[in-house]
């Protein structure tokens, strides 16, 4: 089982030697497959705020494992908790008109009493089988849990902040540094995400 990375709440700093938030670009249909999964793993619709929770674990977990994480969102603290931020604009359908988001549209519907629904199910050629697995370990031990039990469970996680109703970023060395990883290897990880991060701004998408 995945436990929680601290038993009480520790006071992470707002600023450490990382400073510079990494921005890798966010890949849409690889974040669309993995909020599939969780959707169809809840039999086809779910609470969007438990989704979002669910998929912040995702990512938590991924990066604490591999030094990556799995949907490539930017990660925020919200009053409910940890965001993955851009999926929470597609959900809203706050991103202009066909610039952004019709793959996410054409799987997953718009809210509907607080809940997205999965309408139909992509295919999984984005997510590795080892993301895979991680996805289904994620809903097993946190799937059972309704939106407000998650929030809760969110709001316990060291790296998150009180934004008193904005959002504050949520750095991938501010997740390292909670899960208590050596202080070499959050430099390592960092390191090699921006140099991912400066590969992705010169190079076209496909």
Known sequence: DIAPQATRRLKVPA????????????????????????????????????????????????????????????????????????????????Q?????????????????AWEVCLLSDPPADELSPAEESLIEEIYRIHGAKGRWELIRYCHDLPEWRDPEGSALPINYTDILRAG??????????????RNLAAVEAITPRC
Not at 98 to 103: C, K, T
Not at 180 to 193: F, G, M, Q, R, T
Request: net charge positive; glycine share 6%; hydrophobic share 40%.
């Open 96 to 112: 202009p008109p066909g610039s952004f988001g019709a793959y996410w549209r054409a799987h997953i519907s718009v809210p509907q």
């Open 180 to 193: 208590a990883k050596p202080e070499d290897e959050i430099a390592a990880i960092d390191e090699e995400l």
């Open 15 to 94: 600023v450490v030697a990382y400073t510079r938030l990494v921005r890798l670009r966010f890949n849409e249909a690889k974040a669309t497959q993995a909020a599939a999964r969780f959707l169809r793993l809840r039999g086809g619709k779910m609470s969007y705020i438990k989704l979002i929770k669910l998929l912040y674990l995702l990512d938590r977990e991924a990066l604490l494992r591999w030094g990556r994480t799995v949907t490539t969102d930017r990660h925020v603290s919200m009053d409910k908790g940890p965001v993955v931020s851009q999926i929470y604009d597609l959900i809203r359908d706050e």
